[in-house]
T-cell receptor
Framework: EPEVTQTPSHQVTQMGQEVILRCVPISNHLYFYWYRQILGQKVEFLVSFYNNEISEKSEIFDDQFSVERPDGSNFTLKIRSTKLEDSAMYFC??????????FGPGTRLTVT | GQQLNQSPQSMFIQEGEDVSMNCTSSSIFNTWLWYKQDPGEGPVLLIALYKAGELTSNGRLTAQFGITRKDSFLNISASIPSDVGIYFCAQRSYNTDKLIFGTGTRLQVFP
């Protein structure tokens, strides 16, 4: 069964450093998302991406964040200068048709 | 903004018991989705509901889309240890495709 994959599973970085979180969505999907989940809290929408551009972003997704689909396979989330409060699980999701978004296993980002 | 409130916040039950949890929305929507999240994993879709009054089952799970379109419940029958996790309701925003998640119900099952 096709699945969304994410790398790395855990990333530790120092405050102020740049990080890139990587996702490989399901191959025939066209809509891509990043969500965030701070420990013990609910899953929050960050950004959606379709047709090589951002279709919507939340107020969390400020100028420090960017997304890219560099090669038609990977979908990346970049945080330019990490802050302590960026520590969270980051989930990539994708869907093709219908309302079913499929989530990856997540990347745990720890900012020290 | 849209808010989804789930209750109870957590449940501690014995294996074999039935479980019921619900989700209420401040707005009316066209879909209700129920996800389960295992520790350290991403959410996995359990059931999707698309019509008011719709009752849908997936094995031991049953979910209903409330008639008012502002609520939904999820029932789990004859719980087993692998049912442990966090259950989230979610809705797809009307005019965008993002998912809005509820506050979650944490389920613990004791043997």
């Amino acid at each position: 069964e096709p699945e969304v994959t994410q790398t790395p599973s855990h990333q530790v970085t120092q405050m102020g450093q740049e990080v890139i979180l990587r996702c490989v969505p399901i191959s025939n999907h066209l809509y891509f998302y990043w969500y965030r989940q701070i420990l013990g809290q609910k899953v929050e929408f960050l950004v959606s991406f379709y047709n090589n551009e951002i279709s919507e972003k939340s107020e969390i997704f400020d100028d420090q964040f960017s997304v890219e689909r560099p090669d038609g396979s990977n979908f990346t989330l970049k945080i330019r200068s990490t802050k302590l409060e960026d520590s969270a699980m980051y989930f990539c999701a994708s869907y093709g048709t219908g309302y079913e978004q499929y989530f990856g296993p997540g990347t745990r980002l720890t900012v020290t | 903004g849209q808010q989804l409130n789930q209750s109870p916040q957590s449940m501690f039950i014995q294996e074999g018991e039935d479980v019921s949890m619900n989700c209420t929305s401040s707005s009316i929507f066209n879909t209700w989705l129920w996800y389960k999240q295992d520790p350290g994993e991403g959410p996995v879709l359990l059931i999707a509901l698309y019509k008011a009054g719709e009752l849908t089952s997936n094995g031991r799970l049953t979910a209903q889309f409330g008639i008012t379109r502002k609520d939904s419940f999820l029932n789990i029958s004859a719980s087993i240890p692998s049912d442990v996790g966090i259950y989230f309701c979610a809705q797809r925003s009307y005019n965008t495709d993002k998912l809005i998640f509820g506050t979650g119900t944490r389920l613990q099952v004791f043997p």
